[in-house]
């Protein structure tokens, strides 16, 4: 089993996420079983209960992990799906760490963060390699070199080098080559500084990426080389580029493959031809398409995009699918909640979305928007809470329930139409105990969400707390809301139509999380073509 980390330099949010997922995505494009791993030296287990502004979108994978961002773009640009376990953390390490200790199994011991913390380090990447049956092992570093939070990660990185000897792993920096605008000169310092800093910790890198704004010069790559004693050969362009799903392409018009492949003694054949036509293909769609739309996101964390990436991502799926440039305008609920006259604000959009969220921020907003789209019948797509803020706005508007709410934002609501989900009932610790992961839900034939989805069974990621409450459920239906699927147990309703709308339909899963590249969600992409008609 071979080893490839990742690590950053000088600032954070360079991109070493699309760094990796593009070397993963070259890798298992030759042919190779590979499996990314992210580490987040945050204290946090997970990232659940973490705020999006702070650290962008909670991404939720199959098994009901809640993770970084990152793995996301890992599953986008490998098409594979992950597990909690691929996202390591340092609440993860000292938690096991400690709970052994209580145990009694480091009995006799002072338990230390050399060999304790760095040896439980090691044995989650290798189990996590090991369970996978991977060739390769392909780990993010988060945070710069240099951060405290860090440093037992890479004295156990630097540890697990000296166990599997430097054939069998390649440290790769990404760093920031700045271009300083008074001379114009591209400067290498910061990334001078920042390897001395990584080798400080006993690591060489043997491969750096250098993003900016332009592709590298001849003489900041001589510095490199001559500075930070890596091979020009080795050192690799990633300038700002249209976009992220061309970075693959770009590294390996740079034979970074055939470089990895030297490195680490790899066995493997060269990249698959037609999977990586396939590939080119999606990234040529994406940059040249011919039509145009625009789309409304209209959420509460709209300050930073991050915290929608995979709405983002979904749109330019979709937009390669159809051959459409999609223009997604974040725009803030609480702004929504302020405008007297939603038409000057919203006419322009062929399309809106409400995304999920938390807290009864802007969520009159979101309900006055949703209002619009269906009187003016604009198609509308709503997700988790943009499901539930569709009910409460059809409760209030066309049963006539006023004070219709959510028991999340209201708890003397004469009608909670949206209330707690019952094993929610008394918990009290917050991370990791919503409804979460993949669930199995049923489509009701006939319906417009039997005709996107053309199976009567599929699998979808949830993340939630709250459902429309089931005394409610006979009243909406009566007056046009229909619930055309549920879960296995029929119990829990998982998306809404209007069937006399363009397009009007909202689902309790977050659809967005199992968008790829060349297979766009179903109901993000029926919601692209009707926009597109």
Known sequence: MKYIVVTGGVISGLGKGITTSSIGRLLISAGLKVVPIKIDPYINCDAGTMNPFQHGEVFVL?????????????????????????????????LSVIERERKGEYLGDTVQIIPHITGEIKHMIRSVGIKANADVVLIEVGGTVGDIESMPFL?????????????????IHTTLIPVV???????????????????????????IVARGTMELDMKAKHKLKSFCEVAENAIF?????????????????????????????????????????????????????SNQISVAVIGKYTDLKDAYLSYNETFHHCSAETDTKINVEFISAEDIEKCDNLDTMLSKFNGILIPGGFGNR??????????????????????????????????????????ANSTEFSTITEHPVIDLLPEQVGVTDKGATMRLGSHAIKIKEGSFAYNIYNKNKIYERHRHRYEVNPEYIEKLEKHGLIFSATDIEDKRMEICEIRDKKFFIATQFHPELKSRPMAPAPVYLAFVKSMIQ
């Open 62 to 94: 199959d098994d009901g992990g809640e993770v970084d961002l990152d793995l996301g773009n890992y599953e986008r640009f490998m098409d594979v799906s992950l597990t909690k376990d691929d996202n390591i953390t340092t609440g993860k390490v000292y």
């Open 155 to 171: 004295e156990a990185l630097r540890e697990l080098k000296m166990e599997v000897g430097d054939e069998n792993i390649l440290f």
């Open 181 to 207: 605008g008074s001379v114009g000169e591209q400067k290498t310092k910061p990334t001078q500084r920042s390897v001395k800093e990584l080798r400080s910790t006993g690591i060489q890198p043997a491969m």
């Open 237 to 289: 362009n990633a300038p700002d580029m249209d976009s992220i799903y061309d970075v693959p392409i770009h590294f390996e018009k740079q034979n970074m493959l055939s470089e990895i492949k030297e490195k680490l003694k790899l066995n493997t054949s060269e990249i698959n031809s037609q999977k990586w036509d396939e590939w080119k293909a999606f990234v040529n769609r994406l940059k040249h398409a």
């Open 362 to 403: 802007g969520t009159e907003g979101k309900i006055k928007a949703i209002e619009y789209a269906r009187v003016n019948n604009r198609p509308f797509l709503g997700v988790c809470l943009g499901f539930q803020m569709a009910v409460i706005e059809y409760s209030r508007n066309v049963l006539g329930l006023k004070d």
